[in-house]
Each structure stands twice: as C-alpha cells, then as structure tokens.
C-alpha cells in the first residue's frame, strides 16, 4: 500500500506531525526500552510513586492510542472523531 510509511521514532517531535491521518508500519524508539510484555510495563509502573505512576500510565495509553491511529485499524474511530476530514 503507497500510503503506508514507516515512522522512525529517532526524532518523534519533528516526524509526528507529518504523519497526521497516513497510515504507518511502527518501529521501536531507541529513545527507552522496549517492554516484551504487558506484565514487564506494568511491574515498571508500579515502582513509581502514585503521582509518577498516573503520569506515566496516562502518557503511555495516550501513545498507544496515537499508534493506534497510525496504524489504521481506528479510521472508524477517526472519521468519527473529525467528520469533516
């Protein structure tokens, strides 16, 4: 598929913006670790304080949804979301 492009994630702030509404085959960030299981992110969240641990777990499902985005699987969600797009 043409539309589908590949996010390098070495400069996320620069890139993101320019993948608004495309497609995108996700690669791992260099910039933190890569958890290999939902078990390994949450027993790192718990380590945090209860402020951090909100803070953290907010920002990592906010990511999640993004990707979710890139990867199309939400363009239901996303028409809904801005009908005038």
Do not use: Y
């Not at 920002?59 to 890139?70: E, K, T």
Request: glycine share 4%; aromatic share 6%; no cysteine.
């Amino acid at each position: 598929m043409s539309d589908v492009r590949t996010i390098d994630m070495s400069h996320p702030r620069a890139l993101l913006p320019e993948m608004e509404g495309k497609r995108a085959n996700i690669v791992a960030s260099g910039f933190a670790h890569q958890p290999k299981s939902w078990a390994e992110l949450t027993a790192w969240l718990d380590r945090l304080s209860a402020s951090e641990r909100a803070m953290a777990t907010t920002a990592a499902m906010m990511a999640w949804n993004l990707a979710a985005r890139f990867d199309g699987h939400n363009e239901a969600l996303a028409k809904a979301e801005n009908p005038h797009e």
